[in-house]
């Protein structure tokens, strides 16, 4: 199988095809992901929640997200594979950016780096395309500015915030990303910003008009059971596959029918 690369995303927008892209944090999750046709595998800071039980994307580590992205690297034979710099490790220090990418790169054996944020970050965007590491950025709903924002509702409803994201998208492709993530704006202003650049935007709670589209593995195979916002399309309900497998197992081992004759040696 041939590689996905950030040309060929190029190559997809030019052409009018959809980009496919999904979350993965391990070994196993990522081959099934790959292996089903997935164009993007991102290992996001959102492992933070779904992993490791956070309430935020906040506390995950640098050697946390690169073992994560490791194990994720391992499976994935078609997919590029892009990792979330976390919280803490590129803004305001555009060499402790390049140094953070640099480590992802050549300790998890990933092909591009996620930075949240626009015209604040830009050094250190720049600094990190210096060494020749794909960059993708995130403007929206950022979820490691969410003690700044105070929710997670939908982001640049108004006129000042949604000028602002256009810049950042603009400055973004100047500097040179690849493609960028729109996370829950309105359809509306993705479909101007998707317009305007000539790079790919991927969206996720942001409409039909991205190049492309991302979900977080856990929401959409209904394992994260809670959590079902408006954007969010459910593709399973792996809890209650899971809870019928699990209480199954348990109650036959109770009941002394696990395992069976057959069953041992
Ligand atoms: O961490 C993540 O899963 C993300 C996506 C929601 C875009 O950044
Ligand atoms: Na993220």
Do not use: W
Not at 4 to 20: C, D
Not at 120 to 137: F, N, Y
Not at 149 to 159: I, L, P, Q
Not at 164 to 175: S, T
């Amino acid at each position: 199988v041939k590689r996905i690369t950030t040309h060929t995303l190029q190559e997809m927008k030019n052409r009018g095809e959809k980009i496919a892209m999904l979350t993965a944090y391990d070994y196993s999750m990522a081959a099934i992901v790959d292996a089903a046709g997935m164009d993007v595998i991102l290992v996001g800071d959102s492992a933070s929640n779904v992993m490791a039980g956070h309430e935020t994307t906040l506390p995950i580590t640098l050697d946390q997200m690169i073992y994560h992205a490791s194990a994720v690297v391992r499976a994935a034979r078609r997919a590029l594979i892009v990792v979330d710099l976390p919280f803490g490790t590129y803004q305001g220090n555009s060499k402790e950016a390049l140094a953070s990418a640099i480590r992802i790169m050549k300790e998890s054996g990933a092909h591009a780096v996620k930075l949240e944020g626009g015209i604040e970050i830009a050094e250190s965007v720049s600094r990190i395309l210096t060494a020749g590491i794909p960059v993708m950025g995130h403007l929206g709903l950022t979820p490691q500015s969410i003690y700044k924002f105070g929710t997670y509702t939908v982001r640049a409803k108004e006129d000042a915030e949604a000028q602002k994201l256009r810049e950042d998208a603009l400055k973004l492709q100047e500097l040179g990303c690849f493609g960028i993530v729109l996370e829950k704006i309105p359809a509306a202003l993705a479909k101007t910003v998707s317009e305007s650049l000539v790079i790919p935007t991927i969206g996720i709670g942001a409409g039909q008009f991205c190049d492309g589209q991302v979900l977080v593995i856990h929401d959409m195979l209904g394992i994260n059971k809670g959590f079902k916002p408006r954007f969010l399309r459910q593709y399973a309900d792996l809890a209650d596959v899971m809870n019928n497998a699990i209480s199954n197992y348990v109650t036959d081992v109770k009941a002394k029918d696990f395992p069976n004759e057959k069953e041992q040696y």
